[in-house]
Nanobody, 120 residues
Framework: QGQLVESGGGLVQAGGSLRLSCAAS??????TAWFRQAPGEEREFVAV????????DYADSVKGRFTISRDNAKNTVYLQMNSLEPEDTAVYYC???????????????WGQGTQVTVSS
């Protein structure tokens, strides 16, 4: 599947927005998910989109605030994050797998992560 590179993280105030990008080095129609990991916490599922971009799934904690999408022509998956809360502070990772899953253990290919910090 090649390399995955996340970008778009940063520091934002509570209530603000960020858009994360996950760029693949070559085209893939694998499902792509976003996970996040806060210090001292386990990596947790955030959202996943299938290979065609027709099906999505979200963690309850982000449903209604985050939107996952993909542009296969650009080999890129996006995570639009609105109404950010301090609890969203974490390193965000993207990962790919042939099928959608909420389990981090299902994913073989991972990016290096991008830091998102939400100040109160």
């Amino acid at each position: 599947q090649g390399q995955l590179v996340e970008s778009g993280g940063g520091l934002v105030q509570a209530g603000g927005s960020l858009r994360l990008s996950c760029a693949a080095s070559r085209r893939t129609f694998y499902a792509t998910a976003w996970f996040r990991q806060a210090p001292g916490e386990e990596r947790e599922f955030v959202a996943v989109v299938n290979g065609l971009g027709t099906t999505t799934d979200y963690a309850d904690s982000v449903k209604g605030r985050f939107t996952i999408s993909r542009d296969n022509a650009k080999n890129t998956v996006y995570l639009q994050m609105n109404s950010l809360e301090p609890e969203d502070t974490a390193v965000y990772y993207c990962a790919t797998n042939p099928t959608s899953s909420r389990s981090a253990r299902a994913y073989t290919y991972w990016g290096q992560g991008t830091q998102v910090t939400v100040s109160s």
